[in-house]
């Protein structure tokens, strides 16, 4: 059972080593990528949470994402233009003169960037995303619209 045991970790260890990951951090976020193929990767992203105190309230929101990401050049090249989609989730709960109210808001969208190779680790990246932005208020209220974002920031490669 111990053989077993350790082969498995060992074929698990190898099969993961060859991955490229990075770690990084965009305005008012942090994320991690893990390249699943050549031109293949998943980001997770993490939106910092905001929170601000007024007179008589305050709000407190955080936000988080999950893309797919398609490159179009290899990982070696200067600049690596890339394509996707992205599904994204904001939390949002806010008090005002002794009333209180929170949100969910779900932004799905298409996107397409690009990373600038500054090092061999480390590299800029830009990207610009189009969709709905569907928001649900607690009391059975919600809204749409459609929306654009960017995203500006720097990665750095872990192996």
Same mark, same amino acid.
């Given at each position: 059972?111990?053989?077993?045991?350790?082969?498995?970790?060992?074929?698990?260890?190898?099969?993961?080593?060859?991955?490229?990951?990075?770690?990084?951090?965009?305005?008012?976020?942090?994320?991690?990528?893990?390249?699943?193929?050549?031109?293949?990767?998943?980001?997770?992203?993490?939106?910092?949470?905001?929170?601000?105190?007024?007179?008589?309230?305050?709000?407190?929101?955080?936000?988080?994402?999950?893309?797919?990401?398609?490159?179009?050049?290899?990982?070696?090249?200067?600049?690596?233009?890339?394509?996707?989609?992205? @599904? !994204?989730?904001?939390?949002?709960?806010? %008090?005002?003169?002794?009333?209180?109210? &929170?949100?969910? $808001? /779900?932004? =799905?969208? +298409? @996107? !397409?960037?690009?990373?600038?190779?500054? %090092?061999?680790?480390?590299?800029?990246? &830009?990207?610009? $995303? /189009?969709? =709905?932005? +569907?928001?649900?208020?607690?009391?059975?209220?919600?809204?749409?619209?459609?929306?654009?974002?960017?995203?500006? $920031? /720097?990665?750095?490669?872990?192996?």
């Amino acid at each position: 059972m111990k053989k077993i045991l350790l082969s498995v970790l060992t074929l698990a260890t190898l099969s993961t080593a060859s991955a490229a990951e990075k770690v990084g951090a965009y305005l008012l976020g942090v994320q991690y990528q893990r390249d699943t193929n050549d031109t293949d990767a998943v980001r997770y992203g993490l939106g910092l949470p905001l929170a601000a105190a007024f007179n008589g309230g305050g709000f407190v929101t955080v936000s988080g994402d999950v893309s797919y990401l398609r490159h179009t050049a290899p990982e070696t090249e200067s600049v690596q233009p890339y394509y996707g989609g992205s @599904l !994204g989730l904001l939390g949002l709960f806010a %008090t005002s003169g002794g009333d209180s109210a &929170g949100a969910v $808001g /779900v932004f =799905p969208s +298409v @996107l !397409g960037g690009a990373n600038v190779n500054v %090092t061999d680790q480390v590299s800029l990246c &830009g990207e610009l $995303g /189009v969709g =709905p932005r +569907v928001i649900f208020v607690t009391g059975g209220g919600s809204d749409w619209t459609f929306g654009v974002g960017a995203r500006l $920031g /720097v990665n750095y490669r872990l192996r």
